[in-house]
């Protein structure tokens, strides 16, 4: 049964770069997609994108151009990394195993963004 | 962007009601759609996925269907519990961006 844990710095300032990291246990690494999530505050989730284990992407074109997805085989470990980061990126952010269907979520990180 | 459109935003029902909501998208999704379960404080949790494919361990009183358009979906909770008060999302995977509908929050009476 996989497992993910979370984790990453829960407080940035504008501008900052946003780094969560997300470990896989319980499963083989290859066996799904990895993707990241977000919920804003009083809004609804947001798919940011998916990694698979050779690191083929596929990014949310809304946030394309601050976001990079990266795989780390050898400790069953993919990263997510927003960059230039403002106060509309406040948000929780989940890790979750799958593509077709999230068959797991991780329990989420509350990520605050403010001067 | 495909935009998945939920009804209603927020409902109230008594333990033991036949609770629906609904899912429209934009375009079809053929059967690329999956409901979700959130809870304050804790991990989502997928409920069904493919339309209609009930999740291993979710409690069978949780059903899902389509109307075979592939745009017109429905969550089915056949005898509300105190427990599945939560708030509840779908979302298509059949393009990029996969898309969430807006949530459907449930409470109980």
């Known amino acids: 049964q996989v497992q993910l844990q979370q984790w990453g710095a829960g407080l940035l300032k504008p501008s900052e770069t946003l780094s969560l990291t997300c470990a896989v246990s319980?499963?083989?690494?290859?066996?799904?997609?990895w993707s990241w999530i977000r919920q804003s505050p009083g809004k609804g989730l947001e798919w940011i994108g998916e990694i698979n284990h050779i690191g083929d992407t596929n990014y949310n074109p809304s946030l394309r151009s601050r976001v990079t997805m990266s795989v780390d085989t050898s400790k069953n470990q993919f990263s997510l990394k927003l960059y230039s980061v403002t106060a509309a990126d406040t948000a929780i952010y989940y890790c979750a195993a799958g593509q077709v269907w999230l068959v797991t979520w991780g329990q989420g990180t509350l990520v605050s963004v403010s001067s | 962007d495909i935009q998945m459109t939920q009804s209603p935003s927020s409902l109230s029902a008594s333990v033991g009601d036949r609770v629906t909501i609904a899912c429209r998208a934009s375009q079809t999704v053929s059967a690329y759609l999956n409901w979700y379960q959130l809870k304050p404080g804790k991990a989502p949790k997928i409920l069904i996925h493919a339309v209609s494919s009930l999740q291993s361990g979710v409690p069978s009183r949780f059903s899902g269907s389509g109307s075979g358009s592939g745009t017109d979906f429905t969550l089915t909770i056949s005898s509300l519990q105190p427990e599945d008060s939560a708030t509840y999302y779908c979302q298509q995977t059949y393009s990029i961006p996969r898309t969430f509908g807006q949530g459907t929050k449930v409470e109980i009476k």
């Open positions: 319980g499963v083989s690494f290859s066996t799904y997609y």
